[in-house]
T-cell receptor, first 114, second 114 residues
């Protein structure tokens, strides 16, 4: 079956530091890959996505590249801000599955200190 | 504005009581989903529905029930059979099956059993 593995948190960084959150996946088909962000007390928001190998998703300074050879979709940002403090979820959607159900990783909490 | 509305945002329940969480969407999406999130953990799928008057169990359906009488609405009932109902519940929707797999989330409902 499909699965997503994320690095465990929390990840604590100082403002303007470089961020990497690792994500690897296992899928039977050709998945689309996503990063969602959850701010405290809120639902999840789509941060970025990539639908095929070698695609790069980007938004708000965050980037992730779909690497089929390493089955990875690591999230990066060159300079984090305090406002980036949130929980980040990696997810995949396999079109071989019924509907658009996503398989989520366990989430990684990011804390950015001033 | 289009989106997903969950209510109530906070709910308290005594043991042995059933409680219903509301989820309404005006995105004209066919599919709707309920997820449960426990502190520090990822999302687990409770139920999903791809079309009106049809729904399927997810990974943790025991102790929950749903209905899908209208395209816009997908209420979740947490029954007294659910052994540990205290959690954060998230409703989501998506467009036509086979798309890129993006889910749109509501802001969540936090249920606490007293």
């Amino acid at each position: 079956g499909n699965s997503v593995t994320q690095m465990e948190g929390p990840v604590t960084l100082s403002e303007e530091a470089f961020l990497t959150i690792n994500c690897t996946y296992t899928a039977t088909g050709y998945p689309s890959l996503f990063w969602y962000v959850q701010y405290p007390g809120e639902g999840l928001q789509l941060l970025l996505k990539a639908t095929k190998a070698d695609d790069k998703g980007s938004n708000k300074g965050f980037e992730a590249t779909y690497r089929k050879e390493t089955t990875s979709f690591h999230l990066e940002k060159g300079s984090v801000q305090v406002s980036d403090s949130a929980v980040y979820f990696c997810a995949l959607s396999d079109i071989d599955n019924a509907g658009n159900m996503l398989t989520f990783g366990g989430g990684t909490r990011l804390m950015v200190k001033p | 504005d289009g989106g997903i509305t969950q209510s109530p945002k906070y709910l308290f329940r005594k043991e042995g009581q059933n409680v219903t969480l509301s989820c309404e969407q005006n995105l004209n999406h066919d599919a709707m989903y309920w997820y449960r999130q426990d502190p520090g953990q990822g999302l687990r799928l409770i139920y999903y529905s791809q079309i009106v008057n049809d729904f399927q169990k997810g990974d943790i359906a025991e102790g929950y029930s749903v209905s899908r009488e209208k395209k816009e609405s997908f209420p979740l009932t947490v029954t007294s059979a659910q052994k540990n109902p205290t959690a954060f519940y998230l409703c989501a929707s998506s467009g036509v099956a086979g798309g890129t797999g993006e889910l749109f989330f509501g802001e969540g409902s936090r249920l606490t059993v007293l």
